[in-house]
T-cell receptor, first 110, second 114 residues
Framework: GENVEQHPSTLSVQEGDSAVIKCTYS??????FPWYKQELGKGPQLIID?????GEKKDQRIAVTLNKTAKHFSLHITETQPEDSAVYFC?????????FGKGTKLTVNP | KAGVTQTPRYLIKTRGQQVTLSCSPI?????VSWYQQTPGQGLQFLFE???????NKGNFPGRFSGRQFSNSRSEMNVSTLELGDSALYLC?????????????FGPGTRLTVL
């Protein structure tokens, strides 16, 4: 079955810097790659997603890139703000079954 | 539009008991998926329901079961609770089940087994 690896597990940046989180997946049939942000005491919130027919997608300060050949995808957050501090999860799927990475705890220091 | 709602938000049970959790999807969404979140195993898929039928199932024992009603609301049941079942149980809904579609998560039910 699908396996998703996510790195790094923790990431600390200064406010205004960029943050990059990387994920690799194993199943070449996976065609949907969402990213979720989870704050303490809340459920995961979708922040951006990409499908396999697209190589890059951007939404304001957030972008995701996908390399199908290498089977990896990345989340890029620019101009980070303290409110970006949370745990971020990547996931891969070819159905409604999402397979998640272990998460990255992002801390943005003011 | 209201988001995914889950009830109850918190539960405390003892070993051997059973528990039922409820999930109401976003209006118009027909697919409901359940996930278990623990510090050690992360987010793991339990099962997915569409049109009252289980379409996908994860690698959990038969003590974990679910169902979906005609209004798309879903319940999951865990029988003979074990200490290791303590977790945050998350429900997610999506509009269509041609898969994969964007899934929106509820706030979760925090289950503690003593």
């Amino acid at each position: 079955g699908e396996n998703v690896e996510q790195h790094p597990s923790t990431l600390s940046v200064q406010e205004g810097d960029s943050a990059v989180i990387k994920c690799t997946y194993s199943d070449s049939a996976s065609n949907y790659f969402p990213w979720y942000k989870q704050e303490l005491g809340k459920g995961p919130q979708l922040i951006i997603d990409i499908r396999s027919n697209v190589g890059e997608k951007k939404d304001q300060r957030i972008a995701v890139t996908l390399n199908k050949t290498a089977k990896h995808f990345s989340l890029h957050i620019t101009e980070t703000q303290p409110e970006d501090s949370a745990v971020y999860f990547c996931a891969a799927s070819k159905s409604e079954k999402l397979v998640f990475g272990k998460g990255t705890k992002l801390t943005v220091n003011p | 539009k209201a988001g995914v709602t889950q009830t109850p938000r918190y539960l405390i049970k003892t070993r051997g008991q059973q528990v039922t959790l409820s999930c109401s999807p976003i209006s118009g969404h027909r697919s409901v998926s359940w996930y278990q979140q623990t510090p050690g195993q992360g987010l793991q898929f339990l099962f997915e329901y569409f049109s009252e039928t289980q379409r996908n199932k994860g690698n959990f024992p038969g003590r974990f079961s679910g169902r979906q009603f005609s209004n798309s609301r879903s319940e999951m049941n865990v029988s003979t609770l074990e200490l290791g079942d303590s977790a945050l149980y998350l429900c997610a809904s999506s509009l269509v089940a041609g898969g994969p579609d964007t899934q929106y998560f509820g706030p979760g039910t925090r289950l503690t087994v003593l």
